[in-house]
């Protein structure tokens, strides 16, 4: 099987075509990071508390509004979160709502605004640690066995086990327990617990230091990410080459940036992982280009430099499409069902594939023509990149 | 086959046998569920699919600069009244933001080499530089400064580590967090929720016996009054904690002796007893060296009564009857039985040397970590089955060769990370995909060149030949990059995204072994056995 036998396409005669694509999603990107949305940065960079909670049943986005208002939270934001029949809706608290003194204040009052049919004296089996659970079994010890920690211990992580394996988060009625832990425990917990109707699934607290602070270092690391680049490529063949590179790859980063700000998805951390992969693997594409560009060189001297970025291009696309091919595959297979926490991540690379992909053709190798083109027009050495013999 | 050939074929299945080992060890059983545990025992997961707590604590080395400082102005004070130097005050003048910046104010200058020498000798820490008229200021030698702020961060990592030993939970990670300065990392798998945790960590532990010198007074003012508006130089005056019998907690003050009889750096142990009222308490015993500081201290105090200060918090006061040795109590009315329990061991874990402030905290819920852990796996192995799928479609004969060296890059980069005891966290997951993605470009570049080689009327041995010596270059070239990349990552981020760039540093270096070497051994195989001028499948 073959997808290209021979291709010979112009690709720097669509020079202007690309250089337009890339600039109406550029300057897309860029008013949306100034002028409309800003740079929708994830809890980790801007500071805040995230709370997810997954509710037994349909939650009630009013109703958990109403409870975050009486709780005095009212700049929380309030989003459904997953897929629909999973009933779960994320919390957002800004940063001037998480303290610094008391870390997880904002978590707290988030979870006993929603403990609205908590019965006084009793405890939130939903929400209550094994170990406190296990307290509560060793202070009662319905079990008469004195204090023997072991069996406590055991018998407290069933419970939390049918809870968060067996039922998914939520206990729905204490039922559930039976079977899993001796009906002494069960009918002990029934007195001092009760159910609420949402269980906790993942808490992100990020105080406001933390936040400027890995602000600093995720620039930092990109930065740094390009210039090894730079120094590389300016080392492995002509430091045009580099600049070429750099030039692309910042404009990918450009793009896919853009996109979170267009489409408001929050950059963690992960993203910027995602970001920093893609630096990688468009620079992959681009090296693969350049190292045909340069074996070529040598053999078709006569050749203009046009002609040959051209003839490199087409000798390398059934490579270039096949490797962003099936790495998309697996991108994709990671977005469609890697599930929601790799979100962002995997919508990031999906997007950076098929930017890094496009710009080694539409990008990189324009630049060393322009570049070349440039030179002749000052009357300069015409073949201004004899690279390097390897 | 020839010899050469045999030999390269012995590297690889060695190679495959080498890091088999690292993913399973020696498995108890050959079931599915044995060994998916002797895998699971080798390569650790991150707090992300196992669920659990994620901390960054900032250790606010301050503290532990003015509690330096503090010690070096009393210091002063004695020796500057040993040595009869006059002087009008030893201050600091801006505790909180230069807190080892010390001013002696009035001192003669006839006694400008005496106070020098007793900074030589008794401070060797500090600098000390004239200032206006009669003034002299002292500071800490910037490497002396940034030697006591270390010191405190290791040390509160050793405390930590002692209390969160203490309390039983497994594999914990205590670190220092390389990114900000002064901060410690702490993960706690399999903790859901970690408010007693936090508590028993963020505890400073600080406990001094002082003599009590007046109280309860229901208020600051009232106290105040009691004394005529002034306090004695050497008394403070704190706050009770939690007091039974009067009134509400922080309503009580105690005025005490600045200077302590002593502290919790004379603690041998520290155990949960009751008191004489059966009500929990913690009972502690004095070091050698302590007890006989203790001693004297009773004995010239008999019938006068000291305070029992944790944390600056008054805990008890209590009447002197004989002097005490090296035993004591601290009972403080409302202790619950864990609270006594607690106690007992965070003093026995030692004080921290500097209060810590909670920074970040995450806590990945065990059915979340399971959700995303079954996703994971399931987006892996849906995208590595349709790259498998696609290679043997489109190259046919040279996709199983692809296809091997692809599962064989796999099992060496799970292998790896056994042997290396990564940890593999939900990004890795991902990380995993992504090297089955970008090291199947690696096949491709060198296929396409054969086919390319091929179409140009190559043999097949020498268009193979060119097809790997051409790639080669270009192969090394992408590798770097993205290692580059994949390094700094390591560098920059924690937890999740570690687990991300270890697995795809890994597993391009990995993928350099089988896309060029495992390949290439497989063609030539496949060569030797074909006829003369027979059609390479490509």
């Known amino acids: 099987m073959e997808f290209f036998r021979n291709p010979n396409i112009d690709f720097l005669g669509k020079k202007w075509y690309f250089l337009a694509f890339s600039l109406i999603f550029s300057v897309a990107g860029v008013f949306s990071m100034l002028f409309w949305h800003g740079i929708p940065w994830g809890v980790d960079f801007r500071g805040g508390t995230l709370v997810y909670v997954k509710f037994a049943h349909q939650p009630d986005d009013n109703a958990v509004r109403t409870a975050m208002d009486r709780a005095g939270l009212r700049n929380a934001k309030i989003q459904r979160y997953g897929q629909v029949g999973n009933n779960e809706v994320l919390i957002d608290l800004d940063v001037r709502e998480t303290s610094e003194q008391a870390l997880d204040r904002g978590k707290i009052q988030i979870i006993n605004a929603l403990e609205t049919n908590a019965p006084a004296g009793k405890i939130d089996l939903n929400n209550a640690s094994s170990l406190t659970i296990k307290n509560y079994l060793m202070d009662k010890d319905p079990l008469h066995v004195g204090p023997d920690d072991g069996k406590y211990t055991a018998q407290a992580q069933a419970i939390v086990n049918v809870r968060d394996k067996t039922q998914g988060g939520v206990l729905t009625s204490f039922d559930q327990l039976k079977g899993a832990v001796e009906p002494a425990v069960a009918a002990s917990v029934q007195d001092g617990f009760f159910l609420s109707d949402f269980g906790v699934r993942n808490v992100e607290i990020v105080g406001p230091q933390v936040g400027g602070q890995l602000r600093k270092q995720a620039g930092l690391a990109t930065l740094y990410s390009l210039a090894g680049m730079l120094v590389y490529l300016g080392f492995r063949f002509e430091w045009i080459y580099g600049v070429a590179a750099v030039v692309t790859v910042f404009h990918d980063t450009l793009i896919t940036v853009g996109a979170f700000s267009l489409t408001r998805t929050d950059i963690s951390l992960t993203v910027i992982a995602a970001i920093l992969t893609l630096i990688g693997y468009s620079n992959n594409d681009t090296i693969v280009v350049f190292d045909r560009i340069r074996e070529n060189i040598k053999l078709m001297r006569r050749e203009k430099l046009s002609e040959i970025v051209n003839r490199s291009i087409n000798q390398t696309l059934s490579r270039t499409i096949l490797t962003a091919g099936l790495t998309f595959l697996t991108v994709l297979a990671l977005y469609l069902f890697g599930g929601e926490v790799l979100h962002g991540f995997s919508l990031a690379l999906v997007i950076g594939i098929l930017i890094g992909t496009y710009s080694s053709i539409a990008i990189a190798a324009p630049i060393l023509v322009a570049y070349q083109d440039w030179r002749i027009e000052k009357g300069k050495r015409p073949m201004a990149m004899p690279a390097k013999a390897k | ?538």
């Open chain 2, 1 to 538: 086959m020839n010899k050469n050939l045999l030999w390269k074929l012995v590297l690889i299945v060695g190679t495959l046998i080498v890091f088999l080992f690292g993913i399973f060890g020696i498995p108890k059983a050959f079931s599915g569920q044995g060994l998916l545990s002797a895998m699971t025992d080798r390569i650790h997961l991150g707090l992300d699919l196992r669920g659990g707590t994620h901390l960054i604590l900032q250790v606010q080395v301050n503290d532990a600069v003015k509690v330096d400082s503090d010690n070096a102005v009393e210091v002063l004070k004695e020796q500057l009244n040993k040595r009869k130097i006059a002087f009008s005050e030893v201050s600091k003048p801006d505790p909180d933001n230069n807190p080892d910046h010390i001013v002696i104010k009035g001192v003669p200058p006839s006694s400008r080499s005496d106070l020098l020498s007793i900074v030589h000798d008794r401070l060797p820490e500090y600098e000390i530089t004239s200032g206006t008229s009669d003034n002299w200021n002292l500071a800490m030698t910037p490497p002396m400064l940034s030697d006591l702020k270390n010191r405190a961060v290791t040390q509160a990592i050793e405390t930590i580590r002692n209390r969160i030993d203490a309390l039983g939970v497994s594999e914990p990670t205590i670190q220092e967090h390389g990114l900000g300065q002064y901060q410690i990392l702490v993960q706690l798998p399999s903790i859901d929720d970690p408010a007693r945790v936090k508590d028993i960590m963020q505890s400073t532990a600080m406990l001094e016996i002082k003599q009590s010198l007046g109280g309860p007074y229901p208020s600051e003012q009232a106290a105040l009054q009691e004394k005529g508006g002034i306090l004695p130089p050497d008394a403070i005056l704190l706050p009770g904690h939690n007091m039974p019998g009067v009134g509400e907690e922080g309503q009580a003050w105690y005025l005490v002796s600045r200077v302590s009889a002593v502290s919790g750096k004379d603690l041998r142990d520290a155990q949960p007893s009751r008191d004489q009222n059966g009500q929990p308490s913690v009972s502690f015993t004095l070091t050698g060296e302590g007890g006989q500081r203790f001693y004297n201290f009773t004995s010239a105090h008999v019938n006068d009564s000291l305070a029992v200060v944790l944390d600056n918090k008054v805990q008890e006061v209590a009447n002197i009857k004989e002097p005490i040795r090296d035993r004591g109590e601290i009972s403080g009315g409302r202790m619950s039985e864990q609270a006594s329990k607690d106690l007992s061991m965070i003093l026995r874990s030692g004080a921290l040397p500097a209060s810590v402030k909670y920074m970040e905290e995450r806590t990945v819920g065990p059915s979340l970590g399971a959700d995303s852990m079954r996703a994971g796996v399931r987006a892996a192995i849906i995208g590595m089955l349709a790259v498998l799928i696609f290679m043997l479609v489109y190259y046919r004969g040279a996709g199983i060769n692809a296809d091997v060296a692809l599962l064989l890059n796999l099992i060496i980069l799970l292998g790896f990370m056994g042997y290396f005891e990564a940890v593999l966290t939900l990004p890795g997951i991902a990380g995993v995909i992504l090297t089955v993605g970008m090291g199947v470009d690696s096949n491709v570049l060198i296929f396409e060149r054969i086919r390319e080689e091929l179409r140009n009327g190559k043999t097949p041995p020498s268009a193979v030949d060119q097809g790997f010596s051409h790639a080669w270059i270009t192969i090394v070239d992408t590798h770097v990059t993205t290692i580059v990349s994949a390094a700094i990552l390591f560098i920059f981020g924690t937890g999740p995204v570690r687990g991300f760039a270890t697995t795809l540093t890994f597993g391009l270096l990995a993928n350099l072994f089988t896309a060029v070497f495992v390949s290439r051994v497989i063609f030539d195989y496949l060569l030797s056995r074909k006829q003369r001028g027979e059609a390479l499948s490509i």
